[in-house]
């Protein structure tokens, strides 16, 4: 069982910096692909950025350029830097794992193959 914890969201005006943070326990090893997810009313929880086994990361177009993921194995986390914030960006992010061998594109856009989910921490850009 692995478990996730999510931190460091919050609110923030356009154009803003933040950075999330996922603390990971439990039975995970290196050998588990992570990710970033995003969702808001309405609409389907979308990938924002994972990496996979490899340590290959692939990001939303719409993300790329602004947020980086980053993974430290030794420390069991995973961090999201998000700058240059727009009000679009606004959702509840959530921190997710899993033990599959897939590419990073294919984990980006299919969510289901990720076993774990932390609880989700909101992130609010104001205009």
């Known amino acids: 069982q692995v478990h996730l914890v999510e931190s460091g969201g919050g609110s923030v005006q356009a154009e803003g910096s933040m950075r999330l943070s996922c603390a990971a326990s439990g039975a995970i090893t290196r050998n588990y692909c992570m990710g970033w997810f995003r969702q808001t009313p309405g609409k389907e929880r979308e990938g924002v950025a994972v990496i996979d086994t490899d340590d290959s990361s692939t990001y939303a177009d719409s993300v790329k350029g602004r947020f980086t993921i980053s993974k430290d194995s030794a420390k069991n986390t995973l961090d999201l830097q998000l700058n240059n914030l727009k009000p679009e960006d606004s959702g509840i992010y959530y921190c997710?794992?899993?033990?599959?061998?897939?590419?990073?594109?294919?984990?980006?856009?299919?969510?289901?193959?990720?076993?774990?989910w932390g609880q989700g921490t909101q992130v609010t850009v104001s205009s």
């Open positions: 997710a794992a899993g033990d599959g061998q897939y590419v990073s594109w294919y984990l980006l856009r299919t969510p289901n193959v990720f076993k774990y």
